[in-house]
Every structure is written in structure tokens, then in C-alpha cells.
């Protein structure tokens, strides 16, 4: 299965993503295969199998968000210094988004920018964080502070590696599944409520539908000018859990799932969404074992960490709201009372 | 005087380079500017006279270019945090080549890349480094090695700030302007020829010239795919020769002079350039006391430091030669032993 990425507005490179389809690849450059230690074990014999090159090697990082740091991505550079890559060698992301921004990021700035193509290994990572071009490396000052926006040459996503993820990590690929449906398709979200992703043939499909949609949306705002902020449904939320909590307790997807709900909340205040529309949606959500709820230590203090959110420039909070299922509004004025009011209804 | 840089193959964004219009400048957005300690010392306050903005910040970085590594574009990133610079906030590069290329390399992946502009304060970085959008790094791999296309919102080049230049570090801005001339304009060659550049309207007129050339070359092929190497004339015996005397003994300018002057003698032996012509250019470079001889200590490892140039893809060396005077020719099949001969002949 083939879908397209084609840049409407600026001129990085069109590509496509392939959902199934990893023994098509043939490379006739040199390759340098950046992985994780765990990927590494479970996975990379199976990829090494499927592709066809000329020159390899291999890199295995550590694995996990703490590591997506300026000192691994240095271990990517220097392994491209080391095998003489040159500008026509090629870089691929083998892992989940940590691997996939990481290897991007060093991707656009070997030589001033060289091609990688993701082969993502997760739920995640392959209906959200390969598409779309972000890269970055995390720093004491936050996430994705550092880094480019740089397009693959091609995304290739295998279900065959989603058979060994934890459940948990499972689910919260889903919830990013969920976010593309209710802020773009109505159709895509009932199909949910009433398929099971656990079924590979359902699987497959919801990642193609889900890819489709992101390719859609950052094929017509690649640099997060206007829609692609959509995107981020739930996410400033998300990035205060995720905070709060020194991304110990939840995945990314799970303070996703939370931050919907949280948005959901004042959407319904806003009169932008009913009652039962974010129930249905928190009835979704919580068929995958998602989080729906986080005890808010103090709601003030919660809302002010909106603030040091870098999404906010000039100091507004940018707030992504469901308009319906299916629909979508981005809204700098919400009122603040019905912020805290919001917060304090999620508050358990 | 302003002359326009339009990318005609890709869509990174257009700008322009004013030459003496600084006082023009006015910013309505946070700005950063990044200097070094020399500049800061005798120009930072003639530019925070001429500038209008809301709230400006400056970090002066040590001078020279055994700092253009890794740490002191750290230090960079770090002032952009401190300030908390958001995506809407601007860098202005105020030194020569080093410190605009650092500062666009530090705009580029800062938040995924904000605006900057080049405000170059020597002749070199006037006429050839600010424009054009390459920036980097160096590391122990050798030079430029990590870093990206970024290109400026704008260049304001101000020759009042060429006044307290040292003759050496003028000469070696004079060298890129002859560069431009052999390779592309013979009627600026004739000129160069019988203009003196001490003179200021003479000088304006050549930095007009040569900005001129450069944006022209740059707007066809901003990613050297083609006809940008051109602009790499001398460079490729230049690279050599700083390696081998570990560029302490020449500056850039001074290098790439007796790099033309080596390509120049391959040029005639290739029947590109007559005799004349080569003496011709050698004359006009002697004539600003630029060095035009190198003693090489083995002409079979200089030919071999080539293949370490990272500009040489898959292991064949691009020379580029005048062809005529105001002509060139990129060629990446030209006889080992003419090059030989040819560096046999330069030894002194």
C-alpha cells in the first residue's frame, strides 16, 4: 500500500509511505542503519534480510526518551564520520520516534543535509512521528528545542514489527490514531467505535487512514504555520502531564489520551462539542486501556506551565479544540476562568 | 544600493543585500546579536546606534575560527534559551564568516529554525561568506562538516565597518572578489584591472559587483549541484594547503589566492587559459601583496589530502578552472600526472 506526501507550499522533497511493502527497498548507496539496542535484538536480522544494498552498517543507541540528547545524536554523527558516509549516502531511522527525530536531525545536518528514510518499528511512530519531517533532540531547557524540519526520502511502515510491542505502547499508538479522527474525520472515528485494532486487517487499514490524514495536513502547512498546530490536539495538555510527572508514569500517547479528554472538557464549555460527543470519545480511548483522568496537583500552577510551552509565542496559549467529531478550532483567547474551570472537573 | 537573491529552483525564501543602508533596519521582533569580542570592541555600538528594535540582547563569542566548533555554538543556543527567544525572535550575525556561519547554522535548528540576518564586517564575509545561505561547524573531521542551508532574511553590508580591517584579512576579501571575476565576469576582471580598491567608491562598486555574481550563481543552484562549485575556484588547493600548514600560516583569502594560481597552471596545461591570461590574474593578485607561491613538502600527499576533501564524492576530484578569463569549467577527469606536473611547477 502506497501513500503520498507532496508539498503544496514549500519544495522539500515529495515522498511516499509504504505500509507493508519493506522488501521493495533496494539502495544502491552506502547505508547506515541507526537503531536502538532493543529494536537491534528484536528486529534488525528481519530488516537486514529486506533490504537490498551495497554498503551497510549499523548504530545502536540506547534506548529510550532520556537518551534523545545531544550526546547520542553525536554518536550518530560520528559513526557517519567514521563509515566516510558522503553526500549521496543515506541515513535510515530503524526504531520508534526517538530513533526517527534523532536520525533526521543528524540527517539534515551531516554535510549540510543528507536523505534517511524511516523504517518506524512503532504504533506511534508510524501513524504520527515519521510523517511530517520534525526532527529534534531534547535539552535542559525542554523537547524538540533543537532541530530541523527535514523530509525522509520515504517512510516504510511493517505491521510484522508492531507483533512484539508491550500493550501499553500499543495503546498509546492508538490514541494518536484516535486525535487524527475526531479533529479530521467523522467517518474514520465511527469506523473506530466500531472496529477492533487488535485484528491485523483493522490495524492495517486505521494506519493507512491515519498516515493519509497527516500526510494531508502537513502536504498543505509543513512548517506549522496554521493546520498542522491540529496536530497537537491534546498535546498542550499532554506536555504539562508529561512534565509534571518527569515522563516517568505515562507514554506520550497516554498524556495524549488525558490531554484530549482535558480539551474535550472545555470544548464542551466553549459549546464547540456536546456532552456525548466527548463521552463517545473517552469511550474510545478507554476500550485501548487509555488514561482519562490525572490528578492535577494544583490547577493554577497547571495553567501556568501553559506558558513555558515554546508553542506559545508572544505568550497566548494556543488551544486545539474537537468542533464536533470530525472537526477542529484553534482558539488563542479561551478565558482563562474557563481553563481552570475545565481543569478543575478533570481534577480526581 | 540593493541587490535581490531570489532562489529560482527552490522555495527558500528570497531576501536582499543592501550595501550601506543599515540605518534602514528596523525590527519589531525580539533580537539577538551574536558577535565576537574584537567586533563588539569597535563596532557593537555603531550597530546599536543604527538599529530600531524593541528588545535586543548580545552575546559576544571568543574571536577566530579554532572557535567555530561545537562549544562555542552551544554558547549561541544557550543566549537564545536565556533570552527565551521564541519562534518569531531573530539572530543578527555581526562579525565576519565565522560568526555568520555559526549564527545561521544556530537560527536554523534553534526551535526547528527562526530568521536571521547577516550584518558581515569584513570584506571576505561582505562579498562572498553572507551570501548564499551555507552554514557549519568544523570538528576534528575537518571543516564545515556539520551544518545546513539556511538562508538569511536579509544582509546589510556596511562599508564604514571595513575601515578598521588589517591589510592582510582586507587582501584576503580581495582574492574572493577576483575569484568571482576570473570565473564569470571579464569585464569586471578589466576593471579590477584598472580601478584601485583602497579607493571607497571603487571599493562599494566591487563589493556591489561581486555580491552581485554570487547572488546570481547561489539563486540558480542554492544546494551546489551544478554551477555553485564554481564558486569553490582555488578552493579545492586552498583546503589543501590550510590543512597542511594547519591554518595558522594563511587565511582563507590568502590560501585560495595560491590556490588559483595552482589552477590556473593546470588551466594551461589543459589549453583552458593561455599563458598571458594566467599572469594576468596572478599580477592583479600580487598587486594586493596576495601570496601567490607555497612550497609543497610533497606533491604526492598533497594529491593525495584531495580525497579527504568531502566535496569529493565517490573518490573522483572536481576541479574547477578558469576558462578564459570570465569563463570556467568544472572537470572531474583531468589526468593525475597533469596535476602532478603542475604542482611540480608552483614548488618553490
Chains 1, 2 share one sequence.
Not at 97 to 109: E, H, K, L, N
Not at 175 to 184: D, G, H, P, Q, R
Request: glycine share 6%; hydrophobic share 40%; charged share 20%.
Amino acid at each position: 500500500m502506497k501513500i503520498d506526501v507532496i508539498f503544496t507550499q514549500t519544495t522539500s522533497q515529495d515522498y511516499s509511505v509504504y505500509i507493508d511493502e519493506l522488501t521493495q527497498l533496494t539502495l544502491n548507496t552506502k547505508v547506515l542503519i541507526v537503531t536502538n539496542t532493543t529494536v537491534q535484538k528484536l528486529h534488525l536480522q528481519t530488516l537486514l534480510t529486506a533490504l537490498k544494498t551495497n554498503e551497510c552498517f549499523v548504530v545502536a543507541l540506547p534506548d529510550g526518551e532520556s537518551y534523545k540528547n545531544f550526546e547520542t545524536l553525536s554518536q550518530i554523527l560520528e559513526a557517519c564520520f567514521e563509515h566516510r558516509l558522503d553526500r549521496k549516502s543515506l541515513l535510515i531511522a530503524f526504531g520508534g520516534g526517538v530513533i526517527g527525530d534523532m536520525t533526521g536531525f543528524a540527517a539534515s545536518i551531516y554535510q549540510r543535509g543528507i536523505n534517511f528514510i524511516q523504517v518506524p518499528t512503532t504504533l506511534l511512530s508510524q501513524v504520527d512521528a515519521s510523517v511530517g519531517g520534525k526532527t529534534g533532540i531534547n535539552n535542559a531547557y525542554g523537547k524538540n528545542l533543537i532541530g530541523s524540519f527535514w523530509q525522509p526520502q520515504a517512510v516504510y511502515c511493517e505491521t510484522t514489527f508492531l507483533k512484539t510491542l508491550p500493550p501499553r505502547e500499543f495503546s498509546a499508538g492508538v490514541a494518536e490514531i484516535i486525535k487524527m479522527a475526531v479533529t479530521f474525520d467523522k467517518d474514520f472515528f465511527q469506523w473506530l467505535e466500531t472496529h477492533d485494532l487488535s485484528v491485523d486487517e483493522n490495524l492495517k487499514m486505521a494506519i493507512a487512514k491515519s498516515i493519509e490524514t497527516k500526510a494531508r495536513v502537513v502536504s498543505m502547512d509543513e512548517r506549522e504555520e496554521g493546520i498542522r498546530a491540529v496536530l497537537n490536539y491534546g498535546h498542550t495538555f499532554a506536555h504539562v502531564i508529561e512534565n509534571q510527572t518527569k515522563y516517568t508514569t505515562y507514554l506520550h500517547g497516554e498524556a495524549v489520551a488525558i490531554g484530549m479528554v482535558m480539551a474535550n472538557k472545555l470544548a464542551c464549555k466553549l459549546g464547540l462539542l456536546s456532552l456525548e460527543e466527548a463521552k463517545r470519545i473517552q469511550t474510545l480511548l478507554e476500550r485501548y486501556a487509555l488514561p482519562t483522568a490525572y490528578a492535577i496537583p494544583c490547577v493554577e500552577a497547571f495553567y501556568d506551565a501553559f506558558f513555558l510551552d515554546k508553542k506559545s509565542a508572544h505568550a497566548k496559549i494556543k488551544f486545539i479544540l474537537a468542533k464536533g467529531i470530525g472537526g477542529h478550532l484553534i482558539s488563542d483567547n479561551v478565558p482563562k476562568e474557563l481553563v481552570l474551570e475545565s481543569l478543575k472537573e478533570i481534577h480526581v
